[in-house]
């Protein structure tokens, strides 16, 4: 069955993309909880309005996540932190301790989910981090742990 998405899927597609689905997927599933539509000739063109208004609004959230980028990179954001011996940290620093330092010195609000910490930082000293604002805009942030 082909139905139109009204809200981004994971596994299907973006908000307007026609898709084919199995019957009980669209009839159990996604109709009911008002996920999609089925595909009808009116429909159709109504997607493709839903098509064109998300191109719009992930261009501007391209270019606001390359501003937010192009501010942040440069910085260094110095964080404090309890330091024991041989400068390894009580605990580690987190993406929630990173995006509030980042708030504090920078006035620029990142949820901490978009803070990527590969590595524990248990250690003082400068660290690098990455920030993904947009699938298409990751750029790396330095962090310096200093003791408290």
């Known amino acids: 069955m082909k139905v139109i998405l009204r809200e981004d899927m994971q596994d ?22 008002g996920k999609a539509m089925i595909a009808t000739a009116g429909a159709i063109e109504q997607a493709a309005k839903m098509r064109r208004a998300r191109d719009l609004r992930d261009a501007s959230d391209r270019e606001a996540a390359t501003t937010v980028a192009s501010k942040l990179v440069p910085m260094v954001f110095t964080i404090e932190a309890q330091v024991g011996s041989e400068g390894k940290l009580f605990g580690s ?45 990751s750029f790396p942030i330095t962090v310096e742990v200093v003791a408290s």
């Open 93 to 137: 620093v987190t993406a929630a301790d990173i995006a509030d330092a980042i708030e504090a010195q920078s006035s620029v609000v990142i949820d901490r989910r978009k803070i990527e910490v590969t590595d524990q930082i248990k250690t003082a000293g400068q660290h690098v981090v990455t920030a993904s604002l947009h699938p298409e805009v």
């Open 12 to 33: 299907l597609g973006k908000r307007g993309d026609i898709v084919d689905v199995a019957d009980g997927h669209a009839r159990n599933y996604l109709l009911p909880k």
